[in-house]
Nanobody, 114 residues
Framework: QVQLVESGGGLVQAGGSLRLSCAAS????????MGWYRQAPGKQREFVAT???????AVADSVKGRFTISRDIAKNTVSLEMNSLKPEDTALYYC????????WGQGTQITVSS
């Protein structure tokens, strides 16, 4: 089993920045991909960013150039640096990790005010 704990959510004005972090714990050897999805009220969960164990990254077009994903392999953590935030970035952000199967965090709320 893998447990994920997210931190760093909150309220920010448009144009501001936030950093999300997610720490994985449990009986872990080598995690595969880690990343983030988000879900806004009334919408489906959507992909935000991912990073492989080799460091290859991918981000959604909607956040490209504004969000940066990184990870610390030794600490089993993944982070999401979010800049130039927009009101449409408001959502519940979920961390995930692929380790035999996909595990999800509990979600952390990001609210961007205009």
């Amino acid at each position: 089993q893998v447990q994920l704990v997210e931190s760093g959510g909150g309220l920010v004005q448009a144009g501001g920045s936030l950093r999300l972090s997610c720490a994985a714990s449990g009986s872990i050897f080598t995690l595969n991909a880690m990343g983030w999805y988000r879900q806004a009220p009334g919408k489906q969960r959507e992909f935000v960013a991912t990073i492989t164990s080799g460091g290859t990254t991918a981000v959604a077009d909607s956040v490209k150039g504004r969000f940066t994903i990184s990870r610390d392999i030794a600490k089993n953590t993944v982070s999401l640096e979010m800049n130039s935030l927009k009101p449409e970035d408001t959502a519940l952000y979920y961390c995930y990790v692929d380790y035999a199967r996909r595990y999800w965090g509990q979600g952390t709320q990001i609210t961007v005010s205009s």
